[in-house]
Every structure is written in C-alpha cells, then in structure tokens.
C-alpha cells in the first residue's frame, strides 16, 4: 500500500522566524526521522508551504495576525533545509488549508483527480494548518486511514496543541505519538 506524508508548513518562519517557537524546533528531529522513514520505504512526501505576498498585512489574516510571515521566495517561506528535499512535491497555499487535495499535479498544472491509500500528516501550527487540513482531506477521502503523529507536531501554545488534537480524535482521525 502507498502512504502518504504530509508535511505542513514546516517553513523557518513557523519554526525559526517571525513565528517560531521552541516547540517547534523541540520537534525537528522527529520530523526528520519521520521524513527519512517515509523516503526509505518508498513512500510519498508532501511538502505544504504557507504563502503570502507583499500585501499581507491588508489581507484578513494578515488584520488578524499582524505578523509578516511566509512571503513567497522569502528565506522565511522556505521550508526548513534540514528537512526539504527537492524530490518531493511542494503545495503552495494560501490559506490555511488547501483546497487542491482532490487534484494531482505536474507543477502548477492538474494532472487529473488524486487517490490517497493511506495519509500521514506531521508540522505546525496542530491548531490551525494541521487541524485545518486533517479535516479538509477527512472530507475529501472519507474512507482513507487518517494518522497526525503528535510527536512530530507543534502548535501555538501547548494548550491549543491538545485541543486540536482533541478535535482531530472526535473526527475519528487516527491520533498517535502523545
Ligand atoms: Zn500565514
């Protein structure tokens, strides 16, 4: 069976930058074996990248989160060096969830519709992008397994950590790693 992992904005502002946190660098090494794992196997690794532009501070996130973060081509929207790997896709998203997962991909272009065996998601923030697209892909492929390693997540603090992962369980999404 293939798997999939899904790596979320594991970019150096969420883990170094404008909003890094000491969580998030605690789960770096996690995230590596996670990653290494999954290549060794053969199995697939997505990386998601949080994307903004120029204008960020006009945008209502930006209203909300006055913070400029992830401008794209920025080194802050990188995804971190020790973990990136130039064979795996990357996803660009505006929001915090992507609504794209039903679509495969050749670059920018649709390749046609995408099929998940099964779904690894680890990165940051649990309580926002991960919760986000933890429920957006259970939607998407209602009978595909749906695992988030805690243990290779971080949110904005650790009580939102918890409770995202409180929410995930509710929605029957597989959580391990706590
Ligand atoms: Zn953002």
Avoid at 61 to 67: A, C, M, R
Wanted: charged share 25%; hydrophobic share 40%; glycine share 8%.
């Amino acid at each position: 069976m293939k798997k999939t992992l899904i790596v979320i904005d594991m970019q150096n502002d969420f883990v170094t930058g404008a909003l890094g946190s000491k969580e998030a660098v605690a789960i770096l090494p996690n995230v590596k074996k996670k990653i290494d794992e999954y290549i060794a196997a053969g199995h697939e690794v997505i990386f998601t990248r949080d994307t903004h532009g120029e204008n960020y501070m006009e945008t209502r996130e930006g209203k909300y989160l006055p913070v400029p973060h992830c401008i794209k081509g920025t080194d802050g929207w990188q995804v971190v060096a020790e973990l990136d790997r130039e064979d795996c896709e990357h996803l660009d998203k505006p929001s915090f969830g992507f609504t794209g997962w039903s679509f495969a991909y050749d670059g920018a272009r649709v390749l046609g519709m995408r099929r998940f065996e099964e779904i690894e998601i680890i990165g940051v923030c649990t309580d926002i992008c991960v919760v986000s697209n933890a429920l957006i892909l259970k939607a998407y492929f209602p009978e595909t397994n749906i695992t988030v390693d805690a243990s290779c997540c971080a949110g904005v603090t650790p009580e939102s950590h918890a409770a995202a992962l409180a929410t995930m369980k509710s929605c029957q999404i597989n959580v391990i790693g706590e």
